[in-house]
């Protein structure tokens, strides 16, 4: 054969080679990109997984090199599994992007070993990895050190150690080294080897529970680590939202975006954006179109439909649903903005992890009244709700800081936007533009320094819906009526007027018997009453917050709603308008009133009076003008709070709730008791308020069975797993308000991995590790010395204990920081006898200038700029 011959031979198979994977791809796969049409008869669904979309796919044409799946039908059901025949990965669900797959291990450690090495790869490995950052490792053991290498590098990406006490006897933890460790995985990974050390303390112990070690890899989430977990077989999680790891599907034929872009097999597709990943890259489509496939020829498709069906069910019951919002499907503007109206006439959000029940949607206003359905209490914050261009929900919590925060067991606020893009980015677009009327305005919507997005509202002089066709009428009525419907409207409204105040004294008199008003009054004049306690008319309290306007609201939540009155005789008053649904709930009022004014004790918010003259009772309290000490810790960040401050404010809010307990004519219960309701006068002085929630109880009784209610954050988890209200559950909510005192961390805050963490675990753990100087707010440290910080910090901690038999009584909690208080003083008297120049290490030295960022002229000035 000539050597011409020979080489064409070669640039014949040569040219084959290159040809056949743009036709067939590797092994099946395909390198184009794909349309609709051509990938209609690729398998959709496997057993359970019900969604299969390339470039994940099963069979040949199907799906890109690297994203192979397989479905097993040798199983009952089918299960779907990553990669080709053999593999054993199982996955169970995904998207274009993601995919999971539960990864476990189920060790038996035998004895005299010390060491137990497993692995795990993908099958995938390079395309298809563990997600960084979005991954936990957990073990579930006693005396076992775990350590987690990365495969391929041999890298250690971390370690953790789980110990077990002979008291094992909580019913339920965190995953805080107890019995439980994990590791957070921080990168990309295609694998790991994980290496079990059995702990030197523990080897010569021959129980059997030593011996079994679980390992699993979740998506990141809190695993609700249980006692019993150490007993079972395997794992229980299903108790929690997110079970399965994590893994992410990457284009790695480029090494970025920046490279993909310049070569013709980058694979974006239109509308849609590209990311990069550790090892390639991946597409989203972009922030107007939030479904879809940007894998696939105009997958992409755009998310906010502003045009609704026709004959949508526009209410459920008695709540009005406007668009955007709808409950049947083309019936709102975005799948966020979907309701569910069940056969009791309830409107309910279903937000995944947890369920709303809304009873007031405003489209004028922006935001859902909600409160959480009964038994499920994943959160208790006000939230925002904004489709966000990656199609999932931005979710910000940030607890409500008027000046009088009432508890928020049920009842909140939620904000929403239309999306998480400005208003000028949204009008250039506008087929998805959502202002649809013709006299409506684009919104930005803040909270604080953050960016919610946007949302429509009818321009000044008209009302209405902004989000469908002339949905904004004008509010003039115009004057084609004539002058004299104007003089018969007048003589009518002058009848209507006088015939309506007759039926209003009439009402308020049958309100008034009803509400039980002549049994308070009884109450009331009893000799027991040690203080003047007022019934005012609604009249009064109407003027005093001129018709109960807008203005005047200081806060409201899951109790009622707070206002700022001025009296007749231009005493500053806050006015609560209470939730009370029930005739039960009326009575358990008057009795509250009744107790609450027999308190005397300047360290509790003064009950002037209340009012029955309406349906809702009302109550009337002193008005505190510092705001709160949760506006101070937390809002007020710039505010200098000195040591001494924090002491006389930590002494007197206990010494408040320890009168409530015992030297009360009758024992109460706070129930509520959290930062927001320590309020602060001009000379911070301290008030505890809101009993919205307290119970009282009878002297031969040590606790009250009761519907769990509270603050997330501040609830007792003894009284929230059995209901039984003791005064050691307002001990354990009081430890939170120390530990905010002395860390200036709000009681559930996001750490330095944005993860969400409780204060009390957190100051615990802290404790416990030694690195309490640490976590404590750098001014206390300053400020105060080591002992007067211990002995904050153990008292903490016995307040915090799970257990209520083992925490203090309030009176107890009292005597120690007096007795903290009054050390402090002879130090201080002590330095002065010798004439020591500095007593630093004694006592703390008060900051320059005041504590609060707040003064009484500026709340006189407020005061004077209200109407009365």
Same mark, same amino acid.
């Given at each position: 054969? #000539? ?5 064409? !031979?070669m ?33 959709? !669904?496997?057993g ?15 799906f ?11 199983t009952?059901?089918?299960?779907l ?7 054993k ?10 995919? %999971? ?7 038996t450690m035998?004895?005299g ?8 790869e993908s ?9 960084e ?8 053991? *006693?005396?076992v ?6 495969h ?5 990406l ?30 990309e ?8 050390a059995r702990?030197?303390?523990f ?11 679980k390992v ?13 977990d ?9 108790r929690?939202?997110y ?6 599907g ?11 872009y310049?070569?013709?097999?980058y694979?974006?597709?239109a509308?849609?954006?590209c990311?990069?990943?550790? $090892? ?16 696939v ?6 998310g906010?439909?502003?045009v ?15 668009f955007?919002?709808?409950v049947?499907e ?9 309701l ?16 709303? $029940?809304?009873?007031?949607? #405003?489209?004028?206003?922006g935001? =859902? ?12 914050f ?12 931005a ?10 925060e009432l ?10 936007a239309?999306?998480?893009?400005t *208003?000028?980015k ?12 013709v006299?409506?305005?684009c ?19 008209? /009302? ?5 066709e002339d ?7 115009g ?13 009518a ?17 049958? %309100? ?6 002549l049994?308070?009054?009884q109450l ?9 306690t007022n019934?005012?008319t609604?009249? &009064? ?5 001129n ?19 001025i009296?007749?005789? /231009? ?6 308008? !209470? ?8 009575d ?6 009744a ?7 300047r ?9 029955l003259?309406?349906?809702v ?5 002193e ?5 709160t =000490? ?5 809002t007020?960040?710039?505010? =200098? ?16 709730i320890?009168?409530?307990h015992?030297?009360?004519a009758?024992?109460?219960? $706070? ?6 309701n320590?309020l602060l006068?001009?000379?911070f002085t ?16 040590s $606790? ?34 120390l530990?905010?005192?002395?860390t200036r ?19 615990? &753990? ?9 976590i ?7 400020e ?9 910090a153990?008292l903490? &901690?016995?307040?915090?204990?799970l257990?209520g038999? &083992?925490?203090?009584?309030?009176k ?9 208080? #009054?050390?402090?003083l ?35 000035l407020?005061?004077a700029?209200?109407?009365?």
């Amino acid at each position: 054969m #000539s050597s011409a011959s020979v080489i064409g !031979s070669m640039l014949l198979q040569l040219i084959c080679l290159a040809a056949s994977p743009w036709v067939s791809g590797v092994a099946g796969g395909i390198l184009h990109i794909p349309s609709e049409a051509s990938l209609a008869h690729c398998p959709s !669904s496997c057993g359970d997984v019900d969604y299969i979309a390339y470039p994940y796919g099963i069979g040949q044409g199907c799906f890109r090199p690297g994203f192979e799946l397989t479905c097993d039908n040798t199983t009952m059901p089918p299960r779907l599994l990553l990669g080709g025949r053999g593999s054993k990965t199982v996955i169970t669900g995904l998207n274009t992007i993601y995919a %999971w797959t539960p990864i476990g291990f189920n060790i038996t450690m035998r004895p005299g070993t010390k060491t137990h090495n497993v692995s795990w790869e993908s099958p995938a490995k390079g395309t298809i990895n563990l997600q960084e950052r979005s991954n936990t490792l957990y073990v579930i053991g *006693c005396g076992v050190e775990a350590f987690l290498y990365d495969h391929d590098t041999g890298d250690t990406l971390g370690s953790c150690m789980s110990t077990c006490t002979s008291n094992m006897e909580k019913e339920a933890e965190g995953c805080d080294g107890v019995g439980c460790c994990r590791i957070r995985i921080k990168r990309e990974l295609g694998g790991f080897q994980l290496t079990l050390a059995r702990l030197d303390d523990f080897v010569q112990q021959s129980d059997e529970l030593l011996s079994h070690v679980k390992v699993f890899v979740s998506e990141l989430g809190d695993f609700g680590f249980r006692t019993s977990d150490l007993f079972s077989g395997w794992i229980n999680t299903s108790r929690w939202h997110y079970e399965d790891a994590e893994l992410r599907g990457s284009i790695t034929d480029q090494p970025s975006c920046q490279m993909a872009y310049k070569n013709k097999a980058y694979v974006c597709t239109a509308n849609s954006d590209c990311r990069n990943a550790s $090892h390639g890259y991946y597409c989203w489509c972009s922030e107007y179109y939030e479904g879809g496939n940007p894998y696939v020829i105009d997958g992409c498709i755009e998310g906010y439909n502003p045009v609704p069906k026709k004959d949508c069910s526009r209410s459920c019951g008695n709540t009005s649903i406007p668009f955007p919002f709808g409950v049947e499907e083309g019936c709102y503007a975005h799948e966020k903005f979907g309701l569910n109206c069940t056969t009791d006439n309830v409107t309910v959000l279903d937000r995944g992890v947890i369920k709303y $029940h809304v009873y007031n949607v #405003s489209v004028a206003d922006g935001y =859902l009244s909600v409160r959480n359905i009964p038994n499920d209490t994943a959160y208790n914050f006000q939230e925002f709700m904004v489709p966000t261009k990656d199609g999932e929900e931005a979710m910000q919590d940030g607890a409500r800081n008027d000046i009088f925060e009432l508890s928020q067991e049920y009842d909140m606020q939620m904000w929403w936007a239309v999306r998480n893009i400005t *208003c000028q980015k949204a009008m250039k677009h506008k087929a998805t533009y959502a202002c649809r009327s013709v006299n409506s305005n684009c919104l930005l919507v803040n909270h604080g320094k953050k960016q919610l997005g946007y949302r429509c509202n009818c321009s000044q002089g008209f /009302q209405g819906n902004p989000y469908i066709e002339d949905g904004c009428k004008g509010i003039a009525t115009g004057i084609s009526c004539g002058f004299g419907s104007i003089i018969l409207g007048l003589s009518a409204s002058v009848l209507a007027h006088k015939w309506k105040q007759s039926i209003q004294k009439s009402t308020r008199r049958a %309100w008034f018997k009803k509400n039980q008003g002549l049994l308070l009054e009884q109450l009331i004049s009893d000799e027991c009453s040690t203080s003047k306690t007022n019934i005012f008319t609604l009249q &009064e309290l109407e003027v005093a917050t001129n018709n109960f306007d807008a203005t005047r609201v200081l806060g409201s939540g899951g109790h009622g709603t707070v206002y700022k009155g001025i009296l007749c005789d /231009q005493r500053v008053v806050a006015i609560k308008k !209470s939730k009370i649904e029930k005739q039960a709930e009326i009575d358990q009022f008057i009795n509250e009133v009744a107790i609450l004014s027999q308190i005397i004790h300047r360290n509790i918010v003064k009950l002037f009076g209340c009012c029955l003259e309406s349906e809702v009772p009302l109550l009337v309290y002193e008005f505190i003008s510092n705001g709160t =000490l949760y506006d101070l810790l937390h809002t007020g960040v710039g505010c =200098l709070l000195s040591w001494e401050d924090r002491i006389k404010i930590a002494v007197e809010a206990a010494g408040a709730i320890a009168y409530l307990h015992s030297a009360a004519a009758i024992p109460i219960f $706070h129930r509520d008791v959290k930062s927001s309701n320590i309020l602060l006068d001009g000379s911070f002085t301290t008030k505890v308020s809101d009993f919205g929630a307290s119970r009282s109880i009878s002297l031969d009784e040590s $606790h009250v069975v009761t519907k769990v209610q509270g603050t997330f954050g501040y609830l007792d988890p003894e009284y929230y797993h059995t209901g039984q209200l003791t005064e050691k559950s307002d001990v354990y909510s009081f430890g939170v308000i120390l530990a905010e005192l002395l860390t200036r961390k709000k009681p559930v805050f996001n750490d330095n991995s944005g993860i969400k963490q409780s204060l009390s675990h957190y100051f615990v &753990e802290g404790l416990q590790d030694g690195m309490l100087m640490e976590i404590i707010d750098p001014q206390v440290v300053e400020e105060a010395n080591k002992e007067d910080i211990g002995e904050i910090a153990s008292l903490i &901690e016995v307040c915090l204990r799970l257990k209520g038999g &083992e925490r203090p009584t309030m009176k107890e909690v009292d005597m120690r920081l007096q007795f903290l208080k #009054s050390g402090r003083l002879r130090k201080l008297q002590a330095c002065r006898d010798d004439g020591e120049s500095n007593c630093v290490n004694a006592v703390i030295v008060k900051s320059e200038g005041n504590s609060g960022c707040y003064s009484l002229e500026q709340e006189f000035l407020l005061s004077a700029s209200l109407q009365r």
